[in-house]
């Protein structure tokens, strides 16, 4: 009899000993011998029905008691290294297959009748029906299945299916030829205790196995347990080996009598199966078996160069993804995450994505399913604060970072590229829990039930036990998917660096240029003011009234170019300075810049209004108060003659519940000076902040050379602030402006 099997070792598969269970099937005989005297030590128990004698009769004899001479003489040469896996030998009259390996220190023979299968003719059949899915293949899926069916009309079984490995041992069926029949397994996962441990590593070591008839008693070997070691004749190289228990229990709750299965072994690792399943027992022939594990062997060549080229297929798709998706971004700088999210299925294309953000600063641009924007942002948070290299991946996103378990229907996997070491710019891709994308391949009304004796080991509690080991996990990165966004990135980070070369080049080109041409331009014009001068006074009365006029004239002209030099030299000049920050009263600032333009304030009988006293913060005094020097020098300018005119100070604090938009910080001041002036119409709101622009001729409202708001804003922008105007005309400007943050 069998060893007995405890109910510990069945709930535990992974250590089930099934290379030990002592027993082999019906359809053949075992013999193993010592060497080299080759003396019988154990049989089957079944030798009397298959060689005549029964084991008492061979125990303790020489094998030559039961082989003819010819047999054991190729026998003895089998023996010889290397040893073949097969001979053909006779025996009590008959002829079999004799499988040869060695266990335990003994020679094991296992012999199964000789069957008419394996003629010349079904030879040759049988090499074309292996050669025939290799030629027609297309693509791996399409070569797997070509297998199958293969398989399936060389050997006749109901149902042939590959079943393939993930990284995790995880299992999925991904090509099935089965009879009408048959349950539909395709597309179906099974949880990696389906196939434990030990049984993957005999999988590995032997490639192929048969179960003729899972309902056949095994046959006990004899002696059960082999005196000098005190367990069973191991078994792990046996063909003939019997069943576990737990494996006929699952072949039963399939409703299946035979199986037989063929490893697909890559390089040295089991990469997947090719099994096979029978309604009644079948006892496939030995030679066609040998032929399916050629097959088998020769798949997983093809395997490897099908693959090659559907992964550089693969990345040729995703390269023209990338070009579609980067190459008009080239043109505009400041619109790059809008037009990158446009193009929201490119994106996610890139990397096989369900759902996609886009973070450059500011709020985060979402695409497709993803969590929402709050959670982004922290995610992002977070992820600024892990160290990696460029890109970052995960299939598991909530064990890493809790909250994401929240969310793991969209974002159990993510994928991350970095744009900037210096701030936490990212692109993030996401990916759904993959237990949510896949479903049952059969009726997914049905409910879960598993099968008697509250196994597991059925096809739907399989699938229920396999969606529970893998929730909270998306489908793995691939290699592919890591390339594509590498490289996304890369030719992301090109076009940012680009702009801001372009950019950074314009702005210092201009500002040399600028500062140059105001500095060479400087001394001559005062020259020519000075000339015009003596010239006027020496011989003015020479020139007589028109051409005195003719003087004054270009005198005017070459001071006013003069003041143009001087306020195209100051700008340029602001785009360099470096910031004087330091803690700032607001109130006695202002103070000081209103005693500056006094004159002119009165001069326009302008009224000044503080409501309410300004607060201290941090910023350059000098520059600022340039700022407001600008603003009360417009303000008073820019009236109707006649109005009673006047012009307000004042400020947004934080705590006035006002929404700014402009507001970078929700701490910050925002300053305004308002005035009840001409105003200004609204599509000059933000030319009125260029260089030289001006609404007015020079000499009206007092003239100016409108480069004031421009240094302006540029000095407000240094601090990382910003300026800008509300206003409606004929009633009035306000012009607010934020200050930023102190670097730290
Ligand atoms: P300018 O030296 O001409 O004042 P600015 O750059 O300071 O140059 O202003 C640009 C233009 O904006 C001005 O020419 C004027 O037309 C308009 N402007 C500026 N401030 C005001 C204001 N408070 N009210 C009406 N218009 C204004």
């Known amino acids: 009899m069998l060893p007995p099997i405890s109910e510990a070792d069945l709930s535990q598969c992974e250590r089930e000993p099934i290379h030990l269970l002592g027993g082999i099937q019906p359809h053949g005989v075992l013999l193993a011998f010592s060497e080299p005297d080759l003396t019988v030590k154990v049989v089957s128990a079944n030798t009397q029905e298959m060689l005549g004698r029964p084991p008492e009769a061979l125990l303790g004899r020489p094998l030559g008691e039961v082989l003819p ?32 390996h060695r266990s335990d220190g003994l020679g094991v023979l296992e012999l199964e009748p000789f069957s008419e299968v394996g003629s010349e003719e079904d030879a040759l059949a049988m090499v074309e029906l292996l050669l025939s899915p290799l030629a027609r293949a297309q693509g791996p899926l399409g070569l797997l299945q070509a297998v ?71 046959v006990p070997l004899v002696p059960a347990i082999l005196p000098d070691l005190g367990r069973p004749l191991d078994l792990s190289d046996a063909a003939l080996r019997s069943v576990s228990p737990v494996h006929l229990e699952y072949l039963a709750n399939l409703r299946v009598s035979a199986s037989m299965s063929i490893s697909l072994v890559r390089e040295g690792e089991l990469w997947g199966l090719i099994a096979c399943h029978h309604r009644t027992p079948l006892l496939v022939p030995a030679a066609t078996r040998r032929a399916c594990d050629v097959l088998a062997r020769l798949v997983v060549l093809q395997l490897a160069s099908e693959e090659r080229a559907s992964v550089s297929a693969e990345l040729a798709r995703r390269a023209r993804f990338q070009s579609e998706l980067v190459e008009p971004l080239s043109a505009e700088a400041g619109t790059l995450p809008v037009a990158l999210s446009r193009q929201g299925e490119l994106l996610l294309g890139l990397a096989g994505a369900g759902g996609g953000a886009l973070l450059f600063g500011g709020a985060p641009i979402l695409v497709g399913a993803t969590p929402s924007a709050d959670e982004v942002v922290a995610l992002a948070g977070w992820l600024a604060g892990q160290h990696f290299d460029g890109t970052f991946h995960t299939a598991r996103l909530g064990q890493l970072h809790p909250p994401a378990a929240g969310y793991a229907d969209v974002a159990s996997g993510l994928l991350a590229v970095r744009l900037d070491a210096t701030a936490p710019h990212f692109v993030l891709w996401f990916r ?66 680009r702009h801001a070369a372009a950019l950074a080049r314009s702005n210092a080109e201009l500002d040399a240029f600028s500062g140059t041409v105001a500095h060479d331009l400087k001394e001559p014009l005062r020259g020519i003011q000075q000339y015009v001068g003596f010239l006027l006074e020496d011989q003015g009365e020479a020139l007589g009234p028109d051409g005195r006029q003719q003087l004054e004239e270009v005198r005017r002209l070459a001071g006013r170019t003069q003041n143009q030099m001087d306020a195209l030299f100051e700008y340029s000049r602001a785009g360099c300075v470096e910031l004087a920050w330091g803690e700032v009263d607001m109130h006695e600032l202002v103070d000081e810049v209103l005693l500056t333009v006094s004159a002119r304030l009165r001069e326009n009988q302008v009224e000044v209004r503080i409501p309410r006293g300004l607060p201290r913060v941090e910023c350059d005094r000098v520059r600022i108060q340039q700022v407001w020097a600008n603003l009360f020098t417009n303000a008073a300018k820019y009236h109707q003659p006649g109005e009673p005119r006047w012009v307000e100070v004042g400020f947004i604090s934080p705590a006035d519940a006002v929404s700014v938009p402009a507001r970078r910080r929700p701490d910050e001041y925002v300053f305004f000076v308002r005035d009840n002036g001409i105003g200004i119409p609204e599509q000059f709101h933000e030319n009125i902040f260029e260089m030289f622009r001006r609404l007015h001729p020079a000499h009206a409202y007092g003239g100016g050379t409108g480069a004031g708001l421009a240094i302006a804003r540029r000095l407000v922008r240094l601090h990382g602030g910003e300026l800008w105007v509300e206003s409606t005309p004929g009633q009035g400007s306000t012009f607010f402006f934020t200050l930023g943050e102190r670097p730290r």
């Not at 399989?462 to 489908?475: C, I, N, P």
């Open 69 to 100: 001479p010819s047999s054991l003489a190729i026998l003895t040469r089998a023996l010889l290294p290397p040893t073949p896996e097969r001979v053909r030998i006779e025996a009590a009259g008959r002829f079999f297959v004799g499988l040869l």
């Open 148 to 218: 199958v069916e293969a398989v399936r009309s060389l050997t006749l079984f109901d149902r042939v299916m590959v079943y393939r490995f993930d990284a995790d041992w995880h299992g999925e069926v991904v090509a099935e030829s089965r009879d009408v029949t048959m349950d539909d397994l395709l597309g179906q996962h099974f949880p990696a205790s389906d196939i434990p441990a030990q049984a993957r590593a005999l999988y590995t070591r032997n490639t192929l196995r048969l179960i003729a008839d899972a309902r056949a008693a095994p």
């Open 432 to 497: 759904p829990e993959m237990a949510r994308t896949v479903t049952w391949a059969g009726n997914p009304q049905k409910p879960v039930v598993p099968g008697p004796g509250a196994s597991r080991l059925h096809p739907r509690a399989s699938f229920a036990a396999w969606q529970e080991t893998v929730r909270g996990t998306s489908l793995p990165w691939t290699a592919e998917d890591m390339a594509t966004v590498v490289g996304f990135r890369g030719a992301l980070v090109g076009v940012l660096l």
